[in-house]
């Protein structure tokens, strides 16, 4: 049981560049959830999957895609990268909306 | 909207001394409530939950919280600090849709 996986745990993009973080989850959650990490910025929510079909924009979603692929996996694409997006990306899940989430352990990202 | 408060965003105790992290909320409608802990880099993992049951919650390493509606506090407490409890600290509240909104953290220090 591996609970929530990203991958890639680490990368560097250069601006304008675009790539996709993948997050799957094992415990047949119906919910998940991306969020960034800035220093004392606390956790932001990027977009939100209440279930598998439907995908809705949190507090900070521009410049953001996402894709429910499944009920185990939703990824996260950054068309066009900026600056503005070096942060630390983090994936969530949860059985259903006002459960507690459980966190992968996240994606370094720097854009240079 | 709710919105979450995190007094201190540095707390330091000695090894031994009490840890108290305090969490303020608001919220339009009856909360549910999280703490989390987050190691260096590593994910957040649920330290413990309060979802209308009991009024004083207890989560994992010794770790307890106490909902007070009047106060429209969560605050964080443990009896004795080991140096293992160095990390940062994130109170959360539910929000409508049931996602939730995190507070900015608080990064506890143990000092030997």
Redesign the interface.
């Known amino acids: 049981n591996a609970g ?1 996986t990203q991958t890639p745990k680490f990368q560097v993009l250069k601006t304008g560049q675009s790539m996709t973080l993948q997050c799957a989850q094992d415990m047949n959650h119906n ?1 998940m ?1 991306w969020y960034r990490q800035d220093p ?6 990027i977009y ?1 999957s ?1 279930s598998e079909g439907t995908t ?1 924009k ?1 507090e900070v979603p521009n410049g953001y895609n996402v894709s429910r692929l499944n009920k185990r996996e939703f990824s996260l694409r950054l068309e066009s990268a900026a600056p503005s997006q070096t942060s630390v990306y ?1 994936c ?1 899940s949860s059985r ?11 994606t370094r990202l720097t854009v240079t | 909207a709710q919105s979450v408060t995190q007094l201190g ?1 540095h707390v330091s105790v000695s090894e031994g001394a009490l840890v108290l992290l305090r969490c303020n909320y608001s919220s339009s409608v009856p909360p ?1 409530l ?1 703490w ?1 802990v987050q190691y260096p ?6 330290l413990l ?1 309060y ?1 209308s049951a009991a009024t004083l919650v207890k989560g994992i390493n010794g770790f307890e919280a106490e909902f007070k509606k009047s106060e429209t506090s969560f605050h964080l407490t443990k009896p004795s600090a080991h140096m293992s409890d160095a990390a940062e600290y ?1 109170c959360a509240v ?1 929000e409508d ?4 909104i ?4 608080t990064k506890l220090s143990v000092k030997p």
């Open positions: 929530v919910s959830y004392g910025m606390g956790l932001r929510l939100y209440a809705d949190g983090f969530a259903a909306a006002f459960y507690e989430q459980y966190f992968g352990p996240g | 965003s549910y999280f989390y880099n590593q994910g957040l993992q649920l939950k979802t994130f539910s849709q049931g996602n939730l995190f507070g900015k953290g």
